[in-house]
């Protein structure tokens, strides 16, 4: 299985400054027929089930605000937060899901500092 | 809009069974592969069981093969999760999710119900 392992685990930033989530994978999950890194981030807020925020490591789903991007390729990966809302205050969490097992890194919980 | 909607979990003895269901609606349930997630009581995610939108192949999880068959009734736009020999281990909030991709199997899921919660507890 792929090993997916965040950092941090959790982090504290101020309102309106940049948030950085790192995510690490065990082995590429790059997929070179395609060019393409197979690799998602989720938000999940307290009670609520996770919302998909960016796929194939850098888009962004439809209605995500602008603020949120990722970057990153084979096995490192980032999501970025560039003006830090009160509403971002969340648990994030990557997935690869290059092969089966999909699996997801261990969250890192982001709070306002 | 798109909904899932998950029913089915409860308290249950170590060696006992559940079947939980999923009914969906909002698109064509057919077109999209659909997964099951679970996340422990303060845990992270994870990913289950898969099956496509035919229904013709199934995919699980290590920790759960042998003991958990995933199925789907396209007429009723309904997945299910039966779930056999539970273990205490497997108590969580067991999520439906959709695949984001239409006629794909990509397993990353753009619509997640609100969950289940399955407690194995003698």
């Known amino acids: 299985d792929i090993v997916m392992t965040q950092s941090p685990d959790s982090l504290a930033v101020s309102l309106g400054e940049r948030a950085t989530i790192n995510c690490k994978s065990s082995q590429s999950i790059l997929y070179s027929s395609n060019n393409m890194n197979y690799l998602a981030w989720y938000q999940q807020k307290p009670g609520q089930p996770p919302k998909l925020l960016i796929y194939w490591a850098s888009t962004r789903e439809p209605g995500v605000p602008d603020r949120f991007s990722g970057s990153g390729s084979g096995t490192d990966f980032t999501l970025t937060i560039s003006s830090l809302q009160a509403e971002d205050v969340a648990v994030y969490y990557c997935?690869?899901?290059?092969?089966?097992?999909?699996?997801f890194g261990q969250g890192t919980k982001l709070e306002i500092k | 809009e798109v909904q899932l909607l998950e029913s089915g979990g409860g308290l249950v003895q170590p060696g006992e069974s559940l079947r939980l269901s999923c009914v969906a609606s909002g698109f064509t349930f057919n077109n999209y592969a659909m997964s099951w997630v679970r996340q422990a009581p303060g845990k992270g995610l994870e990913w289950v069981s898969a099956i496509v939108g035919h229904g013709g192949d199934t995919y699980y999880a290590d920790s759960v093969k042998g003991r958990f068959t995933i199925s789907r009734d396209n007429s009723k736009n309904t997945l299910y999760l039966q779930t056999n020999s539970l273990r205490a281990e497997d108590t969580a909030l067991y999520y439906c999710a959709k695949d984001r991709i239409e006629m794909a199997t990509t397993r990353f899921f753009d619509c997640w119900g609100r969950g289940t919660l399955v407690t194995v507890s003698s």
């Open positions: 997935q690869q899901y290059y092969n089966t097992p999909q699996t």
